[in-house]
């Protein structure tokens, strides 16, 4: 296809026409852009949002095509066949070039004309390694995309003379970066090395305008002090992290230890830390005063957390500034005491979502100004200790949105089910009857057992009288014989001549008898 062209000024029909066109054109540009797009490539659509965007899809041709709008700002050619972006250099206004999920192998030498180019997305692409030709030319690039390629080596100092703010080497095959690798990136804000294959970081103190930092998903196993540099964000998921004694001193504010090997809340975590993710650690037990030693904490997260089973009503004890806790899919929590949010006044969102929790107590609601519960996905037994969270749910629901009452409750998070007893199980809370929350089951087991534990009480204390009735204050006379032996009297012979004597005898004075043993 031809470019247009305009008509011989020297026609006056032709003047009229050219000025009318040039009118169309800088009053409507998408309108010609899109016809030029269209004509040739239907995939491709062009976007007037201030900056004229042209966005080409699922192309099979091997090279950026060259007849698309001159002036075209943004450029995006994705999940096409791309191998080379030779023809790049014809748009000469362009600011952001996208080429994700295509084929390239390298950058190459095209893109070193582009004075206004100061963004390249690369992602999803078959390069190998970074070399410094890559990107020689491009003085304004200040965002670099290459995550999600083969990346196994960056050559030293690819990065000199480039002002980039931003670079994204993610989940690539890197093994091994230096100093040198890093050498010229001193302006650097957002650094991701995420998904790598790193065992070990350089130091990156020099990268002094750095806030951002992703190394996570790498097997770093342990840090070195003063390596890690005065990030806002930091993000050390899946490293194998045992010790934090590389975090003293810093001042990270966000900090990422998910999927590591605590077993317990690290210490010493910065001073200033105010978001902590520790989620998916062997921790069983968040003991008293846990976290007091992150005095400003706003944000803390223990989820998929398998073995936490338990977490002590002082766990929270010195963290006044909390404001959300989440503790969702820890499937061994099988119960919380609420005495443990007391004191936290500024606590507006707690999420105990997909857990274990078999009841809650209204005190988890009542003694916080909480905006947003989420307790969905819990395996409760709706019995009368739940109905309080059944009245809750109704007054979210039945209120219009103009009068409802504060809940802690939306559209999603009122979607409560019940998973005991059998007869209710996956219904709603909220569209259960009131008298399925009445523990009548309780009650009358209460009037059965009652008159078994009395009957149980009397027979033990009988049974327990009759196995010790000889020890018990009997009222017995001094001359009857003991019971606990028995008495054996010898027996003696009176002579026939002394019968009439014997009642006399007995009567006024005892004798002694001869025994018969010693006649």
């Given at each position: 296809?031809?470019r247009?062209?305009?008509?011989?000024?020297k026609?006056t029909?032709?003047?009229?026409?050219?000025?009318?066109?040039?009118?169309?054109f800088?009053?409507f540009?998408?309108?010609?852009?899109?016809?030029?797009?269209?004509?040739?490539?239907?995939?491709?659509?062009?976007?007037?949002t201030?900056l004229?965007?042209?966005?080409?899809?699922?192309?099979?041709?091997?090279?950026?095509?060259?007849?698309l709008?001159?002036?075209?700002?943004?450029?995006?050619?994705?999940?096409s066949?791309?191998?080379?972006?030779?023809?790049?250099?014809?748009?000469?206004?362009?600011?952001v070039?996208?080429?994700?999920?295509?084929?390239?192998?390298?950058?190459g030498?095209?893109?070193?004309?582009?004075?206004k180019?100061h963004?390249i997305?690369?992602?999803?692409?078959k390069?190998?390694?970074?070399?410094?030709?890559?990107?020689?030319?491009?003085?304004?690039?200040?965002?670099l995309?290459v995550?999600?390629?083969?990346?196994?080596?960056i050559?030293?100092g690819m990065?000199?003379?480039?002002?980039?703010?931003?670079?994204?080497?993610?989940?690539?095959?890197?093994?091994?970066?230096?100093?040198?690798?890093?050498?010229?990136l001193?302006?650097?804000?957002?650094?991701?090395?995420r998904?790598?294959?790193?065992?070990?970081?350089?130091?990156?103190t020099?990268?002094?305008?750095?806030?951002?930092?992703?190394i996570?998903?790498?097997?770093?196993?342990?840090?070195?002090?003063?390596?890690?540099?005065?990030?806002?964000?930091?993000n050390?998921?899946?490293?194998?992290?045992?010790s934090?004694?590389?975090?003293?001193?810093?001042?990270v504010?966000?900090?990422?230890?998910?999927?590591n090997?605590?077993?317990?809340?690290?210490?010493?975590?910065?001073?200033r830390?105010?978001?902590?993710?520790?989620?998916?650690?062997?921790?069983?037990?968040?003991?008293?005063?846990?976290?007091?030693?992150?005095p400003?904490?706003?944000?803390f997260?223990?989820?998929?957390?398998?073995?936490l089973?338990?977490?002590?009503?002082?766990?929270?004890?010195?963290?006044?500034?909390l404001?959300?806790?989440?503790?969702?899919?820890?499937?061994?929590?099988?119960?919380?005491?609420?005495?443990m949010?007391?004191g936290?006044?500024?606590?507006?969102?707690?999420?105990?979502?997909?857990?274990?929790l078999?009841?809650?107590?209204?005190?988890?609601v009542?003694?916080?100004?909480?905006?947003?519960?989420d307790?969905r996905?819990?395996?409760?037994r709706?019995?009368?200790?739940?109905?309080?969270?059944?009245?809750?749910s109704?007054s979210?629901?039945n209120?219009?949105?103009?009068?409802?009452?504060?809940?802690?409750f939306?559209?999603?998070?009122?979607?409560?089910?019940?998973?005991?007893?059998?007869?209710?199980r996956?219904?709603?809370?909220?569209?259960m009857?009131?008298?399925?929350?009445?523990?009548?089951?309780?009650?009358?087991?209460s009037?059965?057992l009652?008159?078994?534990?009395?009957?149980?009480?009397?027979?033990?204390?009988?049974?327990?009288?009759?196995?010790?009735?000889?020890?018990?204050?009997?009222?017995?006379?001094?001359?009857?014989?003991?019971?606990?032996?028995?008495?054996?009297?010898?027996?003696?012979?009176?002579?026939?001549?002394?019968?009439?004597?014997?009642?006399?005898?007995?009567?006024?004075?005892?004798?002694r008898?001869?025994?018969?043993t010693?006649?």
């Amino acid at each position: 296809m031809r470019r247009w062209r305009p008509p011989d000024a020297k026609s006056t029909s032709g003047a009229l026409l050219y000025i009318l066109l040039w009118i169309g054109f800088n009053a409507f540009p998408t309108t010609l852009a899109k016809a030029a797009c269209f004509k040739q490539y239907l995939q491709c659509q062009c976007i007037n949002t201030g900056l004229l965007y042209v966005k080409c899809r699922k192309l099979e041709t091997e090279s950026i095509p060259h007849i698309l709008h001159p002036q075209l700002d943004v450029l995006e050619v994705t999940y096409s066949k791309l191998t080379s972006l030779s023809n790049a250099d014809v748009y000469t206004s362009m600011q952001v070039f996208n080429v994700t999920g295509n084929e390239l192998t390298s950058l190459g030498q095209p893109l070193a004309s582009l004075s206004k180019l100061h963004t390249i997305i690369a992602r999803e692409n078959k390069l190998d390694a970074l070399r410094r030709s890559d990107l020689q030319g491009i003085k304004n690039l200040k965002v670099l995309d290459v995550s999600k390629n083969k990346i196994s080596g960056i050559e030293d100092g690819m990065f000199a003379d480039i002002p980039l703010r931003e670079l994204d080497l993610s989940q690539n095959r890197i093994r091994i970066i230096t100093s040198r690798t890093l050498q010229g990136l001193s302006k650097l804000q957002s650094l991701n090395l995420r998904d790598n294959e790193l065992t070990k970081i350089p130091p990156l103190t020099d990268l002094r305008y750095l806030v951002f930092l992703d190394i996570s998903f790498n097997e770093l196993r342990s840090i070195e002090d003063g390596i890690v540099p005065n990030v806002r964000s930091l993000n050390l998921e899946r490293c194998d992290l045992k010790s934090t004694t590389f975090l003293a001193n810093t001042t990270v504010t966000e900090l990422v230890l998910a999927d590591n090997q605590f077993s317990e809340v690290p210490k010493p975590l910065p001073q200033r830390l105010e978001t902590l993710v520790l989620s998916s650690n062997p921790i069983p037990i968040l003991g008293p005063r846990s976290l007091s030693h992150v005095p400003s904490l706003r944000n803390f997260t223990l989820s998929s957390a398998k073995e936490l089973r338990s977490i002590h009503i002082d766990a929270f004890n010195g963290n006044s500034e909390l404001v959300r806790l989440n503790f969702e899919m820890d499937a061994s929590l099988t119960n919380i005491d609420s005495r443990m949010f007391r004191g936290m006044a500024k606590l507006e969102q707690v999420s105990f979502r997909g857990s274990g929790l078999e009841t809650l107590d209204l005190s988890l609601v009542a003694a916080n100004q909480l905006r947003r519960l989420d307790v969905r996905e819990n395996p409760f037994r709706c019995d009368c200790r739940l109905s309080w969270l059944r009245d809750l749910s109704l007054s979210f629901l039945n209120g219009s949105r103009a009068n409802r009452k504060p809940t802690p409750f939306d559209d999603e998070t009122v979607k409560i089910k019940c998973a005991e007893p059998k007869q209710f199980r996956h219904l709603y809370v909220h569209s259960m009857p009131s008298a399925a929350f009445e523990c009548r089951t309780r009650n009358l087991l209460s009037l059965i057992l009652l008159p078994v534990i009395i009957v149980l009480l009397v027979a033990g204390a009988a049974l327990l009288a009759y196995r010790y009735r000889h020890k018990l204050p009997f009222n017995k006379s001094k001359t009857a014989p003991s019971s606990s032996k028995t008495h054996f009297e010898k027996t003696y012979m009176v002579p026939a001549n002394d019968y009439e004597g014997i009642y006399h005898i007995q009567r006024n004075a005892p004798i002694r008898l001869i025994p018969v043993t010693e006649l």
